[in-house]
């Protein structure tokens, strides 16, 4: 699930990486945790460090809360960066200055982080930008830098869900490529919300970055896959439950 902005259209730790505009997908030489992180002009993706878990859980609790109601049950979760960071990658956004911007949650190589995914397929969750910082593209770097992830592990697809109000995020998804994976759409919440489900074939091409503009192709290699319709620019969601995942 993902707390991130639309505006500027928004994967082990990289080499530098660009926002403005946002780099397009390419695959780029293995990277393991000892390499060095991905920059951008004014953006690096690495992962995080302990004594950083506190301020990437508050942030995580601001970017979703900015929106959505979200329950006690669900902040603990969102909250839980130390647990997750033990068990899985916790990625980070920072700034020219180290400021935390974003984040994003990957599983190990060879693992899984949620239900949805199958072997050989990439899946990520917590996708959430700090809402000081929307507009600066660095939801699209967060998500490009999981699809080349993606790349380097020989991964097939990438794979989220996604809550059915959480349109800006279905905006971006749908710009990179992504379609609506509908058979994979089974995850029903305690209040009855079916989840959505995305999916991006790594074997397409990938979608060219064009801040604001209309997305790639979707994902035609995907069982019950479709593209994803560009929802209304004006739409803007409240809805407590898209903040669940």
């Not at 995914?117 to 660095?138: I, K, M, T, W």
């Not at 830098?145 to 697809?157: I, K, N, Q, T």
């Not at 489900?197 to 209309?214: R, T």
Request: aromatic residues 4%.
């Amino acid at each position: 699930m993902t707390a991130v902005d639309e505006k500027a259209s928004r994967p082990d730790a990289t080499a530098p990486h660009s926002v403005a505009p946002a780099p397009r997908d390419t695959a780029t030489a293995p990277r393991d945790a000892t390499t060095a992180p991905r920059d951008t002009e004014s953006v690096t993706v690495r992962l995080v460090e302990p004594s950083e878990h506190d301020a990437v859980a508050a942030l995580l609790v601001d970017a979703y809360t900015s929106d959505y109601d979200i329950s006690g049950e669900y902040r603990v979760s969102l909250s839980a960066v130390a647990e997750r960071a033990a068990e899985h990658e916790v990625w980070v956004a920072v700034g020219a200055d180290d400021q935390l911007l974003g984040t994003v949650a990957t599983p190990r190589a060879g693992r899984l982080i949620s239900e949805l995914a199958r072997d050989g397929e990439l899946d990520f969750r917590l996708l959430g930008v700090s809402p000081a910082d929307r507009g600066r593209g660095v939801g699209e770097t967060l998500t490009r830098h999981v699809l080349d992830l993606a790349r380097e592990r020989g991964a097939s697809r990438v794979v989220m869900n996604s809550g059915p109000q959480m349109i800006s995020a279905h905006r971006l998804y749908h710009r990179l490529g992504f379609a609506r994976f509908h058979e994979r759409e089974t995850r029903v919440l305690d209040d009855g919300t079916r989840l959505f489900a995305f999916v991006l074939e790594l074997s397409a091409p990938a979608a060219p970055s064009v801040p604001g503009g209309a997305g790639g192709p979707g994902a035609p290699g995907a069982p019950g896959a479709t593209p994803v319709p560009a929802a209304p620019a004006h739409h803007q969601s409240t809805d407590p439950r898209t903040a669940k995942a």
